[in-house]
Structure formats: C-alpha cells, structure tokens
C-alpha cells in the first residue's frame, strides 16, 4: 500500500491525534536542535508531511515566524489542517514528486516521514539545493531504522512501502547533499526501543 492511503485512512480513524501526543517529545527536541542564530531573527519554517497540521501551528505561534507552511500527499490529513487553521499555509503535494516547488525556507523539518519515499537520498538532495535558504537548517526524526530493531516489522505489519537505512546511511545523505555541522542523535530510548533518530544540518 502507498503511505499516503494508510494516512488518510488514518484521518477517518482519529489516529492523527495520536501521532501529536506520541510524537511530541521527540518534535520538542529535534525544535531544540535549531538554533538560536536561525530563531533569533524572523524566519520561514517548512513542514515536510505535516500530517494534521499540529507542527506548523505551533511554531506559527513565535514572534519571529514570518511563514509556517505544511505539505502532505494524504488529502484528508490536508483538509484537517486548513478546518483547524486559517493564519498558516498547507498544500496538497506528493513528497516525492517536489521540483516544481521551489519556495525558499529558512528551516526544513520532517518528523515521521522520510522512510515512506521513494527516494529519500534524491529528495534530501532537491531540499538542500533547492529549497532550503542559505544559512538555514534542515532537522528530520526517523522512528524506522536498522538499529531500531523493534520498527523493522512495521513494513509487513502495515503493508506499506517504507526504505530502511541506518544510521551512518542517514547521515551520509546529509553529507552528500552538502550540509555542514551534521549531527546524529537518538531521543527517547527505552529498553530495545533505540528512540528517534534525529538528523540535523545547516547550509
Ligand atoms: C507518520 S505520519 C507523520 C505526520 C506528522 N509529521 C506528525 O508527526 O504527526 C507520515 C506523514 O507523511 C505523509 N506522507 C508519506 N509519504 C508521503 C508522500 N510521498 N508525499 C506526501 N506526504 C507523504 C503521510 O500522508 C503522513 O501524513
């Protein structure tokens, strides 16, 4: 099954507001990653899957944000986020089809999402040279990797596409798309649970 379908059937199952409450301590880290030099002066965000909305509503919410804007392929998950919000933007965009976008964005960020594409190495490589600004910074979090053993069932448990790479590959991809100051971290780790891996670099 495509990603997309499993997420707008997810809308009609109500299990978008469980990914806000499971996802949120990991969100509130990889914010935490940005830093300050970007926050401190009026910046644009963009939300790579947004999902409901949840994320591009909140940083909305800071002085410095100047735009808040969320893409998402899963139609339903769009008509959400525009009913819950009329301040930020959200359009109807499949991730893996990006170059006719070409907007520009101070700070990239993607939680739960890069495994679904097609391409994530392609995708990663169009965001840095065409997408993210110059001096900005591009965070994603990936609960679905080799080491984080207890993931690799979700393929066959969801019958969903998804890729699965490991930590040094994910960074890897950071490095080559020409990011500097690429950092690797893990959150939220607990027993086999190794937590989300979280991927941070700047321009
Ligand atoms: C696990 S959810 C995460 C949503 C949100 N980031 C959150 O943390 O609540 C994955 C999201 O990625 C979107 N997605 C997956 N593949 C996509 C694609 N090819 N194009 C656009 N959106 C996609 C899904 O529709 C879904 O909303």
């Keep these: 099954m495509k990603a997309i379908n499993l997420f707008n059937k997810w809308v009609d199952l109500g299990k978008d507001e469980g990914m806000v409450t499971n996802h949120s301590p990991s969100v509130d880290y990889m914010l935490n990653s940005v830093s300050d030099s970007i926050v401190n002066r009026p910046f644009s965000f963009l939300d790579i899957g947004c999902g409901n ?16 804007l969320g893409i998402d392929g899963a139609k339903k998950m769009i008509d959400k986020a525009i009913s819950l919000d009329n301040k930020s933007k959200y359009l109807h965009l499949n991730i893996n089809n990006l170059n006719h976008f070409t907007s520009k964005f101070d700070v990239v960020f993607s939680m739960e999402v890069f495994y679904y594409l097609d391409h994530p190495y392609s995708t990663i490589d169009y965001i840095v040279s065409s997408i993210l600004k110059d001096n900005g910074c591009f965070v994603i979090g990936v609960d ?28 890897s991809f950071f490095h080559k798309s020409g990011l500097k100051n690429v950092k690797a971290s893990q959150y939220g780790a607990k027993n086999d649970w190794k937590g989300t891996l979280v991927i941070y670099g700047e321009k």
């Design 53 to 68: 909305g949840w994320v591009v509503r909140k940083i909305s919410k800071i002085k410095n944000c100047t735009l808040s």
């Design 144 to 171: 679905h990797y080799l080491e984080n053993t207890p993931s690799l069932s979700w393929k066959t448990d969801l019958d969903v596409h998804m890729c699965t790479f490991s930590i040094e590959e994910w960074k």
